[in-house]
């Protein structure tokens, strides 16, 4: 997380401190930009995304924050306003694109010999993904009774995303982790996105006496009296 192994501490920590403060600036100043860009559809998205990019640029060239973790913060930056809704908006076009170009990158990323000899660490992600994630969650929303089906929101919350990948990224280019360590830690982010995408569908579907009762129009009448 603080960047360049090659740097003291001291400096890695102020170098991430003034990038965190330059982020926290941008956001602030950000909104008032796109405010009065609201009209103009074009500059608008560049803007938005220009400012992510140059951020994240910024933060790995003269703060020697780990590109990654750059990028996300920048991500972040760009978001955090009521204006966010709207860029967001304007970006979703690109939405599906960045989002095969991720699995693409992962995909890139995982070594099949470094797989091999990192499948106990993969197995170990995925054993503490079930139980401290998705074991946890399903835990939880049974004991407060959560409206809402315990298993499907506890697999929905179990994958581990983005940010993890940001560390895993971190972590390898400090030296922390080794390669087969790395791609096990890809490898277990793409597989519980994908797993739980499936899953947590085929857990969302009504069972059989839920699926009479939804086509029940008795059922119905009644439900919607006692309610």
């Known amino acids: ?5 090659d740097r003291p501490l001291g ?4 170098g991430l401190l003034a990038f965190l403060a330059l982020a926290v600036a941008v956001a602030r100043l950000l909104p008032i930009v796109l405010r009065a860009l609201r009209s103009e ?21 003269a703060f020697g ?16 306003s009521p204006e966010a809704a709207e860029a967001r908006r304007r970006l979703l076009p690109f939405r599906d694109l960045f989002a095969v170009l991720f699995f693409v990158a992962i995909g890139t990323l995982i070594e099949p010999g470094a797989l091999g000899r990192g499948l106990g660490w993969l197995a170990l992600f995925l054993a503490l993904i079930l139980i401290a994630k998705v074991g946890v969650a399903w835990a939880l929303a049974r004991l407060v009774r959560l409206p809402a089906r315990p298993a499907q929101l506890a697999i929905g919350l179990g994958q581990i995303g983005e940010f993890s990948f940001v560390l895993g990224s971190a972590a390898a280019a400090a030296g922390a982790i080794g390669d087969e360590t790395y791609v096990a830690l890809v490898a ?9 995408t499936v899953v947590v569908r085929l857990v969302g579907r009504p069972t059989g006496p839920e699926r009479a009762g939804q086509g029940d129009p008795d059922h119905s009448v009644n439900v919607s009296q006692h309610s």
């Open 65 to 80: 924050v780990p590109l990654a973790l750059a990028a996300f913060v920048g991500g972040l930056a760009v978001t955090e």
């Open 11 to 14: 400096q890695a920590a102020l």
């Open 188 to 196: 277990a982010v793409a597989l519980s996105i994908a797993i739980s």
């Open 1 to 5: 997380l603080l960047g360049q192994s």
């Open 41 to 61: 559809h074009d500059l608008f998205l560049i803007v938005s995304v220009a400012s992510g990019l140059a951020l994240a640029g910024i933060g790995s060239a």
